[in-house]
């Protein structure tokens, strides 16, 4: 038993990556290629849902569109640029949904979806862009296939590794469902604060690379918080985020390094 959960322990040591803007290290022991597999599995589900009423052709889905756009080539061209190119070989999609739901993800690969109730708190092209850019933070951070890590070390513990890797993809595409509410899950498995926080600073960064002012961010997190006065219970896309006064005081204070990024 000690003998395995050597091994394990060895295997979770050198199981690590590094995310691309901040360095941090980061458990991975699942595929890259098999968490996007699944995410797009769980993408095209959705839409095809009859229940999914994707927008097409509206204005607010020309924007959608025109911002997803802006935003993901500026992103491959940073990563590109910073030898990250071969790790995130993604075929973009963005889709707007008939919710009144206040939320948006990404999912691995960059499927991204906006429902239609985030839209009077964006407002702008570069309010949406501020959205975009936090949620794609999230997939290029690779926080789901971190958070299928950390289940996986907690499920297997002192399991011999190579059992853990056959279950891979059941642990895959339910951690997709949970993450982001698909397939009939709830979202019971959601990004950590921390996690959080670190695509909060990825997404103001990458919005100013797309040429959108990074203080547009710090007006929408302000008009997000006021969505929960009057005791309304905070929207999905805020359940696991780090406090409002904390947000805001992050942000204010990673404004000058996302500027040095934003050209007009």
Not at 22 to 47: E, F, H, P, W
Not at 144 to 149: D, G, K, V
């Given at each position: 038993?000690?003998?395995?959960?050597?091994?394990?322990?060895?295997?979770?040591?050198?199981?690590?990556?590094?995310?691309?803007?901040?360095?941090?290290?980061?458990?991975?022991?699942?595929?890259?290629?098999?968490?996007?597999?699944?995410?797009?599995?769980?993408?095209?589900?959705?839409?095809?849902?009859?229940?999914?009423?994707?927008?097409?052709?509206?204005?607010?889905?020309?924007?959608?569109?025109?911002?997803?756009?802006?935003?993901?080539?500026?992103?491959?061209t940073y990563l590109k640029n910073s030898g990250y190119g071969n790790q995130y070989?993604?075929?973009?999609?963005?889709?707007?949904?008939?919710?009144?739901?206040?939320?948006?993800?990404?999912?691995?690969?960059?499927?991204?979806?906006?429902?239609?109730?985030?839209?009077?708190?964006?407002?702008?092209?570069?309010?949406?862009?501020?959205?975009?850019?936090?949620?794609?933070?999230?997939?290029?951070?690779?926080?789901?296939?971190?958070?299928?890590?950390?289940?996986?070390?907690?499920?297997?513990?002192?399991?011999?590794?190579?059992?853990?890797?056959?279950?891979?993809?059941?642990?895959?595409?339910?951690?997709?469902?949970?993450?982001?509410?698909?397939?009939?899950?709830?979202?019971?498995?959601?990004?950590?604060?921390?996690?959080?926080?670190?695509?909060?600073?990825?997404?103001?960064?990458?919005?100013?690379?797309?040429?959108?002012?990074?203080?547009?961010?710090?007006?929408?997190?302000?008009?997000?918080?006021?969505?929960?006065?009057?005791?309304?219970?905070?929207?999905?896309?805020?359940?696991?985020?780090?406090?409002?006064?904390?947000?805001?005081?992050?942000?204010?204070?990673?404004?000058?390094?996302?500027?040095?990024?934003?050209?007009?």
């Amino acid at each position: 038993m000690k003998t395995i959960a050597g091994i394990f322990l060895l295997t979770c040591m050198a199981s690590c990556a590094t995310v691309p803007l901040t360095g941090r290290k980061q458990l991975s022991l699942v595929d890259d290629s098999q968490m996007q597999q699944q995410a797009t599995l769980a993408y095209k589900d959705l839409l095809s849902d009859p229940k999914t009423k994707v927008i097409k052709g509206t204005a607010d889905a020309q924007m959608l569109q025109r911002v997803g756009s802006r935003v993901a080539s500026a992103i491959t061209t940073y990563l590109k640029n910073s030898g990250y190119g071969n790790q995130y070989n993604y075929n973009w999609e963005f889709n707007l949904i008939q919710s009144p739901e206040v939320n948006a993800w990404c999912m691995p690969g960059g499927k991204v979806a906006v429902y239609t109730g985030i839209l009077p708190v964006t407002k702008t092209d570069a309010g949406l862009a501020a959205v975009l850019g936090h949620e794609i933070g999230h997939a290029i951070a690779k926080h789901s296939s971190e958070r299928a890590s950390q289940t996986m070390a907690a499920q297997i513990g002192a399991v011999a590794v190579d059992a853990a890797t056959a279950k891979q993809t059941g642990i895959t595409r339910n951690l997709i469902n949970n993450l982001y509410g698909v397939g009939g899950q709830v979202g019971l498995l959601k990004f950590s604060r921390d996690q959080e926080s670190e695509a909060d600073k990825m997404g103001l960064i990458f919005m100013a690379m797309a040429g959108y002012d990074p203080n547009e961010a710090l007006k929408f997190w302000e008009r997000m918080a006021n969505t929960q006065k009057g005791g309304q219970a905070p929207p999905e896309f805020l359940s696991t985020h780090p406090s409002d006064s904390r947000r805001i005081a992050d942000i204010q204070r990673l404004l000058p390094q996302a500027m040095k990024y934003y050209k007009k």
